[in-house]
Every structure is written in structure tokens, then in C-alpha cells.
């Protein structure tokens, strides 16, 4: 099938790459003329596990391509995927200008029938916004689908190529059947695909991210209710993640959720309940919590420095906002980070993958290391705020060493508290016993 994608970031990218790698021809469309030519050079722009892979395969076997030029993308295929940013607006909505700005353009170029595709995340609605939008510019037939994704960053090429469940929301049995054919390969094992009305579709994605960062918020709160009665979180998170009913994941408790995904969608369904007279209480409590979980180590740090951190240095080790990935967006670590230098200190961090995109944010204000032991030389203490799977069975003796004292603030749960007492590390983490 012919198949364009308009939009290049994490989402598109993903999507254009396998679906080229079940044999169909994509074509990628972006304004960015730098970045086009980038990727038409081989270079993928994102850091996704096994990403460059698929892509260089595919642009080698002639199914993939980029483009400037919406017209190019229009004439080739009869499936068009809008992967556009919806970033969060000052009210917490989402903003569908980039949206409805191609859908504007693909209704002033189309020549043929069109499936138009939604697959941002978008607010109940839009899928009517944007056949409104299309239609007022064109006589020719189409038709608009929601196709949310449930792509974890880290997890995205196996999560498209392995689906748990694909979502389409269609109203018109034209492009359903497309859909179908389209996502036939991917569903082979009997995992479903799932059709439904649009607006049902848009809100299954808010809803699911929504129950997720909830999930999440829950245990965060377990976890500093347990500080204060002297329970051990993760004795009761694994008490009940064998209630089949509850379930294993997303009980890890640590210093908040952050991403592209959970703080965006949480607020967009929150304000978008406001405007149709509903009040997510839950959701109200859900952005509270999890705004001040993001700094819960800071009040630890500053007992332990007795209130003063001028002059000492703080390592952190991790920026991203979850490990196998480079994005920082709402990242806890850069939450952190902004309230120890305003309490005056210096700040060495490591990250495998997003230290670049920290330093066009603080540029000198903070220092980066080459190696997660560079980082702790000479500093007062450590920091822990992403969990990769490089920080877990760390050389004690050699932080021991490095550090000026032996002491970790580890807000991902890393590490267990008797076998830091052993190590002689004052070890402070999230809903357990201090060491």
C-alpha cells in the first residue's frame, strides 16, 4: 500500500519506519529542510532502541522517503497519516493548530480520495474539526480516522510491530476496510484490532494514559505515606501487584512521571472535562501530586546538608525523563536541577543519551561528564532520577572513592536498603527506611 506520514517526530517517524517494514511504500513528509535532508542522508533524527535499524533497511529498499513538499506526499498515497505536535496550551488544552493548519492544506492539494489519519493525540472532536476543515477547501471525497498509538518511548519499534491492540475510530466502511488491510500483518497472532466511532477513539487514548499517570501517582503517594508510618513500599507494592486484578505494573514509585505523553494528556483530558462542564476531581489530584513528587528529594537533600547547599556539588546520574530514550520533556531531573541551583549548587550530571538536549537548555550553568563515575568525582553527594539499567549494579567502592562522602538520594528505588547499610552509603530513596 502507499502510504505517507506527515510529520517527523517520534511518532511519525516510528509509524512511517514499520510500516515500511511490511513492505508498503511511505513517504514522510516534514517542513524541516535540514532535518529532511538528514534523514535522506540515513540519519535518524531520535534516539529509539533498534529505530535505526528498520530505517536504514527500508530508505536502502527504496519503501522509504522523506519530503519538504505536502503535494508529493498527498499524490502518493491513499492513506495519510497526521502525526503533528498537539503541545500543551497555557490552559492545559491541547493545540491543534499544526493540526488543522495541514488539514487546511491537504483540502486545498488533494485530487483523489483520501483516508486522513489522526494519529496524535488529540481532544474528543477533532476528527470532526478536521473533516470540517478539509471539506471547506475540496469536493473530492475522503474521509477522516482516528488511530490513536500506544507507543512507549524506550519500547516503540516492538510496540508497533507487536501491538497489544490497534484502536481505529472510523464511521465509514471505505476506510475501515483500508485500515484493516493496512494493519492486517501486525495483528497475526490474534491481538485485535479494535473499530469504533472517532470520538470514542480519541478519548480511549487520554483515558488510557490518564488511568496510567493515576496508576503511577497512587503508589507515589503510597510511598510517602509510608515514609511516615515506617512501612516498606516495595513490601506493599509487590503485596499487591499479585492481585490479578491490580496487576505488577506501574508500582514503582520514584520522583514522578514526566514525558511527551502522561503530563500532556493528563491536563488536555482535565481541561477538555472543564469545557464540557465535567470536573475530573481525580485528575485535579493527579497534576498536584505529581508536581511536588518531582522535587521530593529536594526537602532530603537539604535536611542532610543542614539546610545549606552553597559550595557543595550535587552529581545526578540520568536526565531523561525514563531510561532508553533521549527525551527530557517534563523530566523530573530538570525539576531537581532548577531548585539545587537555586539553593547554590553545583550540579555534575550523566546521562547516556539526552545530555545534549540538556545542555541547549542550561548550557554552562551545569556541568556534564563523560562517564557516570566522572560525574561523582569530588561531589557531596548523588543523585539517582532515571533508572538505566547502567546505574544499577554500580561499583560501590569506586563512588565510595570518588564521592566526598558516601551518601545517595536515589528517587528511583534502585538500590536495596540493606545492602547499602552494608556498603556504609547513607542512602535515602522513596517509602523506605533511610540506611
Known sequence: MKITVVGTGYVGLVTGTCLAETGNEVVCVDIDENKVQRMKNGEVPIYEPHLDVLFERNINAGRLSFTTKLQEGLDHGEIIFLALPTPEDEDGSADLSYVLGVANDIGEQMKSYKVIVDKSTVPVGTAEKVRATIAEKTTVDFDVVSNPEFLREGFAVDDFLKPERIVVGSSSERATALMERLYKPFVRSGNPIIIMDEKSAELTKYAANSFLATKITFMNEIANYCELVGADVDKVRRGMG???????????????????????????????????????????????????????????????????????????WGLAFKPETDDIREAPSLYMIDALLAKGAKIKTF?????????????????????????TENADALVISTEWSIFRTPDFTKLKNNLNQPVIFDGRNLYDVNDMEKEAFTYISIGRKEA
Open 351 to 375: 546521562d547516556p543519551e539526552a545530555m545534549d538536549n540538556v545542555k541547549a537548555k542550561y548550557n554552562d550553568k551545569i556541568e556534564f561528564a563523560t562517564t557516570m563515575y566522572g560525574a
Open 242 to 316: 499479585t492481585d490479578s486484578r491490580i496487576g505488577k505494573r506501574f508500582l514503582f514509585p520514584g520522583i514522578g512521571y514526566g514525558g511527551s505523553c502522561f503530563p500532556k494528556d493528563v491536563k488536555a483530558l482535565h481541561k477538555s472535562g472543564k469545557e464540557s462542564g465535567y470536573d475530573f476531581q481525580i485528575l485535579d489530584a493527579v497534576i498536584d501530586v505529581n508536581n511536588h513528587q518531582k522535587v521530593k528529594l529536594i526537602p532530603k537533600i537539604l535536611s542532610h546538608f543542614k539546610g545549606d547547599l552553597s559550595g557543595k556539588t550535587i552529581a545526578m
